[in-house]
């Protein structure tokens, strides 16, 4: 047998010169069948790839390499298939001789095999699954369901399956339009994989058609049309979005324009075609390494970014002139152009001088002088300029600045550092995307700031919408956007376009880019604003007019809260303690309630004639609607006469008709009883939609969604002192300790706070009790800090309450016994508890004594009943006396020992006795 010839002269192997041996050859060509081998080919690391049956002789290939191109274009893999290994990889097949006939290999891309089961690879799949995605989806689908439990935030997945187009990167000719659907979105890294396999190079990034980075599936869903895969190269420009098949990205890069649709007219009726001059100016460092467009505008539509491509590093040099030939489709009269760079490279700041186009389908010239700068560190800070057309006898498009007012929401970490982005449209076309780059703030974004911004534009007539979003990146990039004002200056009009949601991966529905239409002319603008807050305050208020609370109405400019007497006079004079001042709800319809008096049950707030006065609560003038503003304070309207409205002046008597319009008084703070009873469930809320939450790192922060997460319930101490336990995480207890605020506190006297109410505002501020002066506080980024009071609003919770807690906690009583002793027989009886402790929270004693060992309060470990005799020395008191029984087992208490006359209570060198019942 004679000796394998190797792959290299397989092709050209000569014939003899002899005539004998060429007869011999040809005959046994002839005469003798060709050996065939039968073999399977599969792909590496694919199971599910059902295999490639081949016949190999020296007829169908000639060459190991032959084999190899064949394989290639049947076996999916990114490079092609450049090796071919045994099933398990252990040895590699280099010539045809080597093939043995009836046997399986494996192919793969490069020398690294990913061995496979043959058996179950070999197994004929059925019917339904013969359309079933190829591995590196499966892979997908299988990291999806990994990932479900692991990592942080799952990305967003598609619902629609929607089709698009993708581009090979620098290479416009090389495209495959795909369907992103839920199999090969699972995660993003699959869908890479998947490219790879598509596009047969290895792909690693993905690119917007303009040039912008997509970093994950929430940017490639956003993506509406188009994008460029590649590799670990840069991206490289081309005229990807002239092809007429991709539609402008809500990814804002560099321009958001909505194109229409294709008609059925052919190709070449639709496409135009223009010779483009760019003319770089002469002046010291002109010369630019950003990449340059250009976007021209017809009154039909527009071209979309066109890229300027040439060889690199020589166009748009010093004093040059740059010649390019682009196409468009039809897009009617040209009215401007905008031409502008991605301020990239290492000097991407560029002085143009001109720009002149011809339109070689109707022969038109267009000359468009520039002159400037477009740099960011340069005149206004531009980095594209728009530019009217001059029409022969018409009137010049004027070119404007717009004034771009951006007000952030008052939300806690509302602001971010991301790179915002805004497009502008009107009836003559857009601005295209701009970045917000100089603010007249030294910071731009701050939560409740308004930043004001200068776009400089063709004037484009009457607005009606803008997209506006930002890039993702950097810290905190979410944002909650509050609104948009833009002042023209041309027709001195405001337009405002309202938000108020988050743009952000995190919150709401994930989106980062927005679009908003023009708050509605027929309305003012203002007005419109103010019902928005409103409706936002009521939804985050209406919990407070539920059927059974009790309710106070505190009137901010008198100080005093309203109050029905038994006579039926009301006023707003009375003191937090007032019991005349107490009422319950009773809710009729949507935002109408009754507010009955819990004093005297039968009498409610009404409106009588206009005037506020104490009826009976069956008549429909007890009938009143609540006016939440966005301050929080409520407006009492009678639901009878709509525009009447419970009115005190500034003495806190009822309103009459001498009292003038600046003396009427009628915002009412409404506070809820009971928000810091024992074993209440609370939210602390620190905006109308936040609040204060427990991480799973035992650090707290004040941006937490109102869900069960915030929940904390309240635990007793003493009067006007509680801890606050986490309810979804039992044991964590909000503390400060060691200059740190969290939730890592374990219930001991680092974890008392003394609840300070401001009536005002309607909030409490938490004041440790073991550091006095210092407060629970938050950073601009929601994260809680102990802080000082300096009067700023960073210490303000406003309680919300789950569920209402009891307002005795351990179930006590007391009572003064109604038999007086003498001072000299008290000496004789036996005294079980003898204590007297002032309300004031700086009198307690230390809290280690005062808890359990679990934490919390426990009634006393024996009997029922108590005697309590209390001995007054020669200075008595007329204040609350608090009385706490402490025992091994923990503390039973408060006891509030007092009745209706304070006044023969705890006299001078007197005796006071009292039954303590424990009901618990």
Avoid at 6 to 20: A, G, I, L
Avoid at 141 to 148: I, K, T, Y
Avoid at 877 to 894: A, E, M, S
Wanted: proline share 5%.
């Amino acid at each position: 047998m004679s000796e394998t010839p190797s792959t290299s002269y397989s092709v050209n192997q000569p014939n003899s010169s002899e005539s004998e041996q060429s007869l011999s050859t040809r005959h046994f060509n002839v005469t003798e069948p060709v050996v065939a081998k039968r073999i399977c080919f599969y792909k590496s690391g694919d199971p599910q790839f059902n295999g490639i049956k081949m016949v190999i002789n020296n007829r169908s290939y000639k060459t190991f390499d032959a084999l190899l191109d064949s394989l290639s274009k049947r076996v999916p893999l990114p490079f092609g298939v450049r090796n071919i290994s045994t099933p398990k990889g252990r040895h590699c097949i280099t010539n045809l001789e080597d093939l043995e006939d009836g046997k399986s290999y494996i192919c793969s891309h490069q020398r690294k095999m990913k061995p496979i089961n043959l058996e179950r690879a070999s197994k004929k799949p059925l019917p339904w699954q013969i359309s079933r995605p190829v591995s590196a989806r499966r892979r997908a689908v299988q990291l999806a369901r990994e990932n479900e439990i692991g990592f942080g935030h799952r990305e967003r997945k598609i619902t629609t399956p929607k089709k698009m187009l993708v581009f090979k990167n620098g290479d416009v000719r090389l495209r495959r339009t795909i369907i992103l659907g839920k199999k090969n979105t699972q995660t993003f890294e699959a869908f890479l994989d998947y490219m790879s396999e598509l596009m047969q190079y290895p792909v690693v990034k993905l690119y917007t058609t303009d040039g912008r980075k997509v970093p994950n599936l929430q940017a490639l869903i956003l993506c509406s049309g188009a994008v460029v895969a590649a590799g670990r190269e840069p991206f490289k420009p081309s005229n990807y979005d002239s092809l007429g098949y991709s539609r402008p990205a809500k990814l804002l890069g560099i321009a958001n324009r909505v194109y229409p649709k294709a008609n059925a007219k052919s190709e070449s009726e639709n496409t135009r075609k223009w010779k483009v001059s760019v003319l770089t100016s002469d002046v010291p460092s002109a010369e630019t390494s950003s990449k340059v467009y250009i976007t021209l505008y017809g009154d039909r539509s527009s071209s979309g970014p066109i890229f300027l491509d040439g060889e690199e590093g020589k166009l748009f040099q010093r004093g040059n002139e740059d010649i390019f030939t682009v196409h468009t489709g039809n897009i009617g009269n040209l009215y401007k152009i905008r031409i502008g760079h991605t301020n990239s490279g290492n000097s991407p700041a560029w002085h143009c001088e001109e720009v002149q186009l011809l339109n070689l389908f109707s022969g038109e010239q267009f000359s468009f002088p520039a002159r400037r700068w477009l740099a960011w560190d340069q005149a206004n800070g531009e980095i594209s300029m728009e530019l009217p057309v001059f029409h022969q006898g018409q009137p010049v498009l004027p070119v404007t600045v717009y004034e771009v007012h951006v007000t952030t929401g008052e939300l806690w970490n509302a602001g971010t550092e991301a790179d915002v982005y805004i497009s502008i449209y009107g009836e003559k076309g857009d601005t295209g995307s701009r970045q917000l780059l100089r603010s007249q703030k030294p910071k731009k974004f701050l939560k409740g700031q308004t930043d004001i911004f200068s776009v400089e534009a063709v004037h484009l007539g009457h607005l009606y919408k803008i997209v506006i979003g930002h890039n993702g990146l950097g810290s905190g990039n979410g944002w909650y956007l509050d609104k948009i004002v833009i002042k023209d200056p041309i027709t001195d009009l405001d337009y405002t376009f309202l938000c108020h949601r988050w743009l952000d991966n995190g919150q709401d529905d994930g989106n980062i880019a927005r679009e908003l239409t023009l708050t509605d002319a027929s309305t003012f603008p203002g007005r419109q604003e103010l019902e928005l807050k409103r409706e936002e305050t009521w939804a985050a208020e209406k919990w407070k007019f539920q059927r059974g609370n009790i309710l106070q109405f505190y009137n901010k400019l008198t100080g005093g809260f309203i109050c029905i007497s038994p006579d039926s006079k009301v006023d707003a004079l009375g003191d937090k303690k007032n019991k005349y001042g107490l009422f319950d709800v009773i809710v009729k319809r949507g935002n109408i309630c009754i507010f009955s008096s819990h004093q005297i049950p039968h009498l409610a707030l009404a409106l009588v004639n206009g005037y506020a006065a104490g009826k009976s609560k069956d008549k429909t003038c007890c009938e009143l609607r609540v006016h939440l503003q966005p301050n929080g304070s409520a407006i009492l309207e009678s639901a009878r006469n709509p525009g009447h409205t419970v009115t005190f002046n500034l003495q806190g008597k009822v309103a009459d008709e001498t009292t003038g319009y600046a003396g009427l008084s009628r915002e009412f703070v409404v506070h809820v009883k009971g928000v810091f009873h024992h074993g209440a469930i609370i939210l602390l809320n620190t905006s109308l939609c936040q609040a204060l939450s427990l991480r799973p790192d035992g650090s707290c922060s004040g941006t937490g969604q109102q869900q069960q997460e915030s929940y904390w319930k309240v635990h007793k101490i003493g009067s006007g002192v509680c801890m606050f336990e986490s309810v979804k995480n039992p044991k964590m207890y909000l503390k400060i300790k060691d200059g740190q605020c969290n939730g890592t506190g374990t219930g001991d006297e680092y974890c008392h706070f003394k609840i300070e109410k401001n009536l005002e505002a309607g909030s409490v501020s938490l004041e440790s009790v073991r550091n006095k002066g210092i407060y629970v506080g938050l950073l601009p980024d929601g994260q809680t800090k102990p802080v000082i009071n300096i009067g700023e609003n960073n210490i303000f919770f406003y309680p919300q309450v789950i569920k209402f807690g009891r307002e005795k906690p351990m179930g006590t009583s007391a009572a003064p016994n109604q038999e007086k002793k003498d001072f000299r027989e008290s000496e004789r009886q036996p005294v079980k508890a003898q204590k007297q402790i002032s309300q004031t929270p700086s009198t307690f004693p230390p809290s280690k004594e005062m808890r359990n060992p679990q934490g919390g309060e426990c009634p006393p470990p024996s009997a029922d009943e108590w005697k309590v005799s209390v001995l007054t020395g020669n200075a008595g008191t007329q204040v609350n006396v608090t009385l706490w029984i402490y025992g091994d087992r923990g503390v039973f208490g408060p006891i509030t020992l007092g009745k209706d006359n304070r006044k023969q209570l705890f006299l001078p060198r007197q005796e006071d006795e009292f039954q303590v019942a424990n009901e618990g």
